[in-house]
C-alpha cells in the first residue's frame, strides 16, 4: 500500500482540501487497479476562466495537481515529497514597485506611502479621508481635483479672490511669496522643489537646517557632528567608505593606508599603518611596507 503511505504523507503537510483528495483517490484508484500508475498518467483538463491560467504540477504519486493562478500570478511547483501546485506573485518589473504593490503598465507610483498609482504625469491628492488622481493643472484641494483655473483656498476649490494671487494651485496672500505652488510667509524664504524654510535656516535639499546644525546634501547634522553618507558621525570617529556604504570609525580603529582610510574591526586598535590586537598593539610589522590598498595585519598585507 505504498500508494497509501504516500497519501499519509501528502495529507499531513500543507495542502488544501481540494488537492488533498485528489491525491487520495488516485492512491485508492492505484491499489483497486494494479498497475494503474505504471504508465505515465494524464492530467484531468480543468477549464480555467479567462483571465485565468491553468497551473500544472506533477505529484509524488504520478498524479497532476492543478489550479488555477490569476494573470498576475506565476506557477510555482513545490518539490517533493510534499510536491504540489501554488500560485505566487510575480516579481514587480522595475520601475512599477509602488510601496508594497505593483503598478499596472500604464500608471506610476503618485504615492509610495499610501501605495497609490496613477496614470502618468498625474499626482495623488489626499485630503478629507479621501485620494484622488490629479491631471496636469489641476489644483490638489481636500482630496478633490480643481477645475482647470481654480485653486484650493481656505479648503475649497474658486477663483483666487481680490486681493490674492494664484501660485500653482493655491491663491498667496499680500505678504506671501509664491514658492513653486507653495505661500511662503513674510517670514520665510522659498527654497529648492516647493518648501519653506525660516529666512535664519539653511536650505538643504528638501530639508531646513538651523543655525546649530550642518547640511548634508539633503539632511542635516548638528554640530559638531560631522556629515557621514546618509547618516552623522560624532566627535572622535571618522567617515569611511566601505563595501555596503559609509560608517563612522573610532579614531583609534582610523588606519589611513595608500590613501584610503580603513577601520580595523571591532577588537583591534591602528597602529601605524596596520591593525593590530588590542592585546597586543605591537603586533609586527610587515617588511616590505603594504603596496598601496593594502593594509598590515599581525605581519601580512591585506588588501581593502
Known amino acids: 500500500m505504498s500508494g497509501l503511505d504516500d497519501v499519509a504523507r501528502s495529507v499531513a503537510g500543507e495542502m488544501p482540501r481540494r488537492r488533498a483528495l485528489r491525491v487520495i483517490a488516485g492512491a485508492v484508484a492505484a491499489a483497486v487497479v494494479p498497475g494503474w500508475l505504471a504508465a505515465p498518467a494524464r492530467a484531468r483538463r480543468v477549464t480555467c476562466i479567462t483571465p485565468q491560467k491553468l497551473c500544472r504540477c506533477p505529484s509524488i504519486n504520478g498524479l497532476f495537481y492543478e489550479i488555477c493562478c490569476s494573470a498576475d500570478d506565476e506557477c510555482v511547483c513545490k518539490a517533493p515529497p510534499d510536491g504540489y501546485a501554488m500560485c505566487a506573485a510575480k516579481p514587480c518589473p522595475a520601475g512599477r514597485t509602488c510601496g508594497s504593490i505593483c503598478c499596472e503598465p500604464n500608471e506610476t507610483c503618485a504615492d509610495p506611502d499610501l501605495e497609490y498609482c496613477c496614470p502618468p504625469r498625474h499626482t495623488a491628492c489626499r485630503g478629507g479621508g479621501t485620494v484622488s488622481c490629479c491631471a496636469p493643472g489641476r489644483a490638489c484641494c481636500a482630496g478633490k481635483c480643481c ?149 598590515c595585519r599581525d605581519g601580512f598585507c591585506l588588501q581593502i
Do not use: I, Y
Not at 546644525?213 to 567608505?241: R, S
Not at 597602529?271 to 593590530?276: K, N, Q, S, T
Open 147 to 295: 477645475p482647470v483655473g481654480k485653486a484650493c483656498h481656505r479648503g475649497t476649490c474658486q477663483r483666487c479672490p481680490q486681493g490674492t494671487r494664484k501660485c500653482g494651485g493655491r491663491c498667496c496672500t499680500k505678504g506671501q511669496t509664491c514658492c513653486n505652488g507653495r505661500c511662503c510667509t513674510a517670514k520665510q524664504k522659498c527654497c529648492f522643489a516647493d518648501h519653506c524654510c525660516a529666512k535664519t535656516a539653511t536650505c538643504c535639499g528638501e530639508t531646513c537646517c538651523t543655525a546649530k546644525q550642518t547640511c548634508c546634501d539633503d539632511h542635516c547634522c548638528t554640530k559638531p557632528k560631522t556629515c557621514c553618507g546618509e547618516g552623522c558621525c560624532a566627535p572622535g570617529t571618522t567617515c569611511v567608505e566601505t563595501a555596503g556604504g559609509f560608517a563612522c570609525c573610532p579614531d583609534a580603529r582610523l588606519v589611513v593606508a595608500g590613501g584610503a582610510r580603513v577601520c580595523c574591526p571591532p577588537g583591534d586598535v591602528a597602529a601605524g599603518d596596520r591593525c593590530c590586537p588590542a592585546a597586543n598593539p605591537n603586533c609586527g610589522v610587515c617588511d616590505p611596507p603594504c603596496p598601496p590598498a593594502h593594509v
